[in-house]
């Protein structure tokens, strides 16, 4: 049982708050932690970049029980976001649990002498606020500190000499950055195509610099539906090869594979034609190759078709002097402002080295089912599971580590753990190869949380009907009721699916719009392949 056990929660983000809701809830002492001095992660103020917004729908980028009202945008801006956690926040009476200001310095193994409400030594964790400095002692300890931990900057030749702006697109957040200057950004996924589109509409001169492109998605399918009411569905995930499949997905990726390859190709013609996607920024290698890297641009795309935004297939090489860049290329060019939008790297530096390396090895994390480290089990991690729908893959992992501190959960010995979460870090570095060091999982949101609502003894389809089951977007409405199912387990009683039974009428007017796209697109290459004078192999 939870009763007096303490709980410290490392970080007050989105993981990190519905991980203090649910742990709260189960009976447990819960202080939560942040040097931040408000809660919201990357959403906070200081640290959204103008124009920011979510990739997902409202209807997915949601907790469970808590969604967005009906005024707010169908894809929520940052100050949305703000609001919406804001509502969390004050509707489950979290603020109490809250620290903000307090920087944690380290987390370590207490001394086993020490007594703890649970029995057994817990953890000593050294913190730094407004008081100055304390050790606190706790049973359990959560790392919630997201993997947005330190922006990676490249080492450009002779930077320092440049005279104008340079900084991380994290730290993009001030409005007139901007306004009249000449702005290069640096990358290519989300962030970057987001901060041009900001900059090409209030800057002077706004130049987007890439080595690679990156597949994006439009925001709204034919019909009008968000795009993830599709792409975030179980439908979507059985074009993708779990490491665990089904006979359906055995299938489909072995004498069906043509299947999913060709409604592939109709998705890459799809998001060609409905951004449409200028030739230069097409990738080389066909979805879902790269899927790892998907976004967002809708309004970048209306930025480059006005002529608000040049793009260069180059890098950055030098910066001799002044205002002045020099590519790889041998081109030069001039800038004000230059943001680079190139990711982030993961910090555990709080951790002690011996949990640390419990956690995670040469650089990628080592945690089964991507929670726990095997062999430090009062030591769970939430938010290393990044997908498709981050609020939804945290929440059912937060009930799943909570039954783990209840000792409700019937793990597998040690060794068979650190088995098996090697085979899934070995798989994912092959399938989401971008993505190597272990904590995303992207788009296998519904797989993953089937892995844990089967390690929980709870149902794992969702609906009573196979049409919704499958077709329907991935909403985390559909666990809504998942803490009264757990309550139920716990006293013998049987768990009842949620009976959601409506068709999902807009998801599959998308895929009927979408499957004219694909035959359409079929239609025309093979009149074009039928043309005279065209010469097939054979």
């Known amino acids: 049982m939870a009763g007096g056990k303490r709980v410290i929660v490392i970080g007050a983000g989105i993981a990190g708050l519905v991980t203090a809701k649910v742990l709260h809830e189960d009976g447990f002492d819960v202080t939560v932690l942040d040097q931040a001095p408000d809660y919201g992660g990357v959403w906070i103020e200081s640290r959204t970049y103008p124009g920011l917004r979510t990739n997902n729908s409202r209807h997915t980028y949601a907790f469970s029980d808590h969604p ?43 001394d086993a002498r020490s007594e703890f409400a649970g029995g057994g030594a817990g953890f000593e964790v050294e913190v730094a606020g407004l008081g100055g400095r304390e050790t606190l002692r706790c049973d359990f300890v959560v790392v919630c500190a997201g993997v947005f931990s330190e922006p990676r900057m490249p080492v450009i030749d002779g930077i320092e000499r440049f005279d104008g702006a340079v900084l991380h697109s994290s ?27 900001w900059a090409a509409e209030h800057s002077a001169d706004c130049t987007l610099v890439f080595r690679q492109p990156h597949w994006m998605v439009p925001r709204y399918l034919p019909g009008g539906s968000p795009a993830d009411t599709l792409l975030v569905s179980r439908f979507g995930e059985l074009l993708l090869p779990y490491h665990t499949m089904n006979r359906v997905e055995r299938f489909l990726h072995g004498p069906g594979r043509i299947v999913p390859r ?15 996607i200028p030739r230069i920024l097409v990738p080389e290698r066909r979805l879902p190759t790269g899927i790892e890297n998907v976004g967002l641009g809708h309004e970048f795309f209306r930025m480059v078709q006005r002529g608000r935004v040049r793009l260069r297939h180059d ?39 011996e949990l640390e390396a419990a956690a995670r090895t040469d650089g990628s994390f080592r945690l089964y089912r991507h929670i726990l480290p095997p062999t430090e ?63 995303f999982l992207g788009p296998y949101l519904s797989h993953h949380i089937d892995d844990l609502m089967r390690d929980m003894r709870l149902p794992t389809h969702r609906t009573t009907n196979i049409l919704t089951e499958y077709l329907d977007g991935f909403f985390p409405t559909r666990y809504a009721d998942l803490p009264a199912e757990r309550r139920l387990a716990r006293e013998g009683a049987a768990p009842q699916p949620n009976p959601r039974r409506r068709i999902a009428t807009r998801t599959l ?17 093979r009149r074009r392949s039928l043309r005279p004078g065209r010469v097939s192999g054979g």
């Open 262 to 276: 060709l409604l592939w190709l109709f998705v890459g013609f799809a998001c060609r034609m409905l951004l449409p």
């Open 171 to 197: 730290a993009a957040s001030d409005p007139d950055l901007f306004a009249g200057k000449r702005v290069v950004v640096v990358g290519a996924g989300k962030s970057a195509l987001d901060c041009a589109a």
């Open 68 to 110: 967005y009202p009906p005024s707010a945008p169908l894809f929520p801006a940052a100050p949305d976001v703000r609001a919406y956690l804001a509502s969390y926040v004050d509707r489950f009476d979290l603020e109490p649990l809250l620290r903000l200001g307090t920087e944690v310095l380290r987390v370590s193994r207490a």
């Open 315 to 353: 890098a950055i090489a030098a910066a001799p002097g002044g205002s002045e860049l020099v590519l790889a290329s041998g081109a030069r060019m001039e800038a004000d402002v230059l943001v680079f939008a190139t990711g982030w790297r993961q910090s555990l530096s709080f951790l002690s080295p």
């Open 509 to 525: 007017a998308a895929a009927a719009a979408l499957a004219g796209i694909a035959g359409a697109y079929t239609l025309v290459r």
């Open 377 to 439: 089990q009062r030591l769970g991690f939430i938010g290393y599971a990044s997908s498709t729908a981050c609020q939804l893959s945290a929440e059912i992992s937060a009930h799943w580590l909570s039954q783990t501190f209840r000792g409700e959960l019937d793990l597998p010995p040690v060794p068979d753990m650190q088995r098996e979460t090697l085979r899934v870090a070995t798989w994912l570095a092959k399938v989401l190869p971008a993505r190597s060091e272990g904590y």
